[in-house]
């Protein structure tokens, strides 16, 4: 008699589960439907976990060298007829990243990218860079930033949209300063305040 009721009460549980999940109110776990090439995965299964993301906060100066013979900053494009906010002008960049505001200070990583000046109205970049970072633990991981400088504001800040290695599945922003900014020569020491959320 209690085998039967058993039996009874799970064909129901069956039925009543493949209703939920057909009605996606609920997703069975490894079940993939027939155009499925995604699949939802355990975040444990990756080591994650949500007590485990943890917030970094570090400092980094920003060299971008345009002047002499060791320049880090090459532009790239220069529009026909430039105007006063050089609208249109992009420059590739391998600057490097420092732990003092001193070029000779200890180097952490580099920001590879570009920036382009895509105002016409002020001087405003749009940022596009990863930060390579090359010290201890950190060597060989990057953060990715993107977002828009309008370098004669005394705070700009931009979002760090993803990274790599342990800044995997990153997200926050960064404030930018100007240290130093030589007029003659157009080289620039900026002051990245970094703010990162990753696992
Ligand atoms: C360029 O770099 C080389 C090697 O580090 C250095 O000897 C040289 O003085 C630098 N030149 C300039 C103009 O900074
Ligand atoms: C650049 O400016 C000159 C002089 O004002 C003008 O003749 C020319 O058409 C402009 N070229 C472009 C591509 O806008
Ligand atoms: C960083 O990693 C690269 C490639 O694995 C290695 O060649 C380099 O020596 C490392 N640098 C430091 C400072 O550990």
Request: with cysteine.
């Amino acid at each position: 008699m209690a085998k039967v009721i058993f039996l009874i009460l799970a064909s129901e549980i069956i039925l009543l589960l493949s209703i939920l999940s057909s009605s996606g109110l609920i997703q069975c776990f490894g079940e993939e439907d027939d155009h499925g090439f995604v699949r939802t995965l355990d975040p444990k299964l990756l080591g994650l976990s949500a007590r485990k993301e943890k917030l970094s906060h570090f400092q980094v100066y920003w060299h971008d060298i345009v002047s002499g013979r060791n320049a880090t900053s090459v532009r790239v494009v220069q529009p026909t007829n430039l105007t006063a906010t050089g609208f249109g002008l992009i420059s590739m960049i391998d600057d490097p990243l420092t732990e003092g505001p001193k070029l000779s200070s200890k180097m952490v990583g580099r920001a590879q990218g570009f920036y382009a000046l895509s105002s016409q109205e002020e001087v405003g970049l749009l940022m596009s860079m990863n930060f390579a970072f090359t010290q201890g633990k950190y060597n060989g991981s990057t953060i990715t930033i993107l977002g828009r400088n309008t370098v004669f504001s005394k705070v700009r800040e931009m979002p760090v949209i993803g990274g790599s290695g342990l800044f995997r599945f990153a997200r926050g922003y960064v404030q930018a300063r100007t240290h130093t900014f030589n007029q003659k020569t157009g080289d620039a020491i900026i002051q990245y305040t970094c703010y990162v959320f990753h696992y």
